[in-house]
C-alpha cells in the first residue's frame, strides 16, 4: 500500500494525474477509516441532540452560509473610473 | 468516479450544530476524494466561527477537527485554478472565487464536484454545468 505517498502531503495536478488508481486494499482502507471518522461525528451528533443542541435547518444554514456575502450590493454598475 | 468536497459539504458533515445526514454520508464514502488545499481552511475556519459563536462547545469543535485531518483526501495545489476561478466568479456574479476553485478543481481532474451551497449552484441559472451536485438534493 502506497500510504504516505498518496496521502498527507500536497500535490500538483500534475503529480495527482500520475498517482495510479487506488487499489482494491487502498479501497477497503478509506472507506474503513472514514466509517470509524464518521462513526464518531454521528455519537458525538446523537450527544448534542440529547443535550439540547440546536441543528440548523436548510433555511438556517443557507443564511448564515451567506451572511457576509453583500454581492448583490457589490454588483452594481461598472464605474467609469 | 472521483470526488470534490467543498467546505460547506465539511460544514455540514463535520459541525454539529449544522448537521446534514446526506452530507455525513458523502464524507464517509469509501471512493477517491481530491480537494484543493483551500477546503481544509475553509472548514477549520467554518469550525472556528461556530465555536466564537457558541453555536457549539469548544469540545464538540475539537471533535470535528478529528476527522477532517483523517479523511484521507488527496489535497492539491491551488494555484493552477485561480485564474479561471476569478473569470468564473466574475462571469456569475459570485460573491468570492473560493466556490469555483472547487469547480475548477473537479474539472481539472474529472471528478464530481459537491456542495451544500444553493446559492453557489443557483448563480449558474439556465447555464448551470454538470458540476456542482448539490447536497442534499442530488445525491
Known amino acids: 500500500m502506497s500510504e504516505g505517498v498518496r496521502y498527507g502531503r500536497v500535490m500538483t495536478v500534475e503529480e495527482y494525474k500520475a498517482l495510479p488508481p487506488l487499489t482494491e486494499e487502498e479501497r477497503a482502507e478509506a472507506l474503513r477509516i472514514r466509517t470509524a471518522l464518521m462513526a464518531g461525528v454521528r455519537r458525538e451528533h ?3 441532540v440529547a443535550a439540547g443542541g440546536h441543528v440548523m435547518t436548510d433555511e438556517e444554514w443557507d443564511a448564515y452560509w451567506h451572511e457576509d456575502d453583500d454581492v448583490e450590493e457589490d454588483w452594481g454598475p461598472v464605474s467609469a473610473k | 468516479m472521483t ?8 460544514s455540514r458533515g463535520l459541525i454539529q450544530s449544522q448537521l446534514l445526514p446526506e452530507a455525513e454520508h458523502l464524507l464517509g464514502w469509501g471512493g477517491e476524494v481530491v480537494v484543493p488545499t483551500l477546503f481544509m481552511q475553509e472548514t477549520l475556519s467554518a469550525i472556528f466561527k461556530a465555536e466564537r459563536r457558541g453555536n457549539v462547545s469548544s469540545e464538540s469543535a475539537d471533535e470535528a477537527r478529528i ?11 491551488p494555484g493552477p485554478f485561480l485564474d479561471r ?3 468564473i466568479a466574475l462571469r456569475f456574479r ?3 472565487i473560493y466556490d469555483a476553485v472547487y469547480l475548477v478543481c473537479a474539472d481539472d481532474v474529472g471528478a464530481e464536484l459537491w456542495t451544500c451551497d444553493r446559492k453557489f449552484v443557483a448563480s449558474f441559472g439556465r447555464q448551470r454545468p454538470a458540476n456542482p451536485k448539490l447536497c442534499p438534493d442530488d445525491v
Open chain 1, 46 to 48: 446523537e450527544a448534542f
Open chain 2, 3 to 10: 470526488r470534490v468536497f467543498d467546505a460547506s459539504i465539511g
Open chain 2, 85 to 87: 476561478a476569478y473569470e
Open chain 2, 94 to 96: 459570485q460573491s468570492d
Open chain 2, 67 to 77: 476527522p477532517l485531518g483523517g479523511l484521507r483526501h488527496e489535497s492539491l495545489e
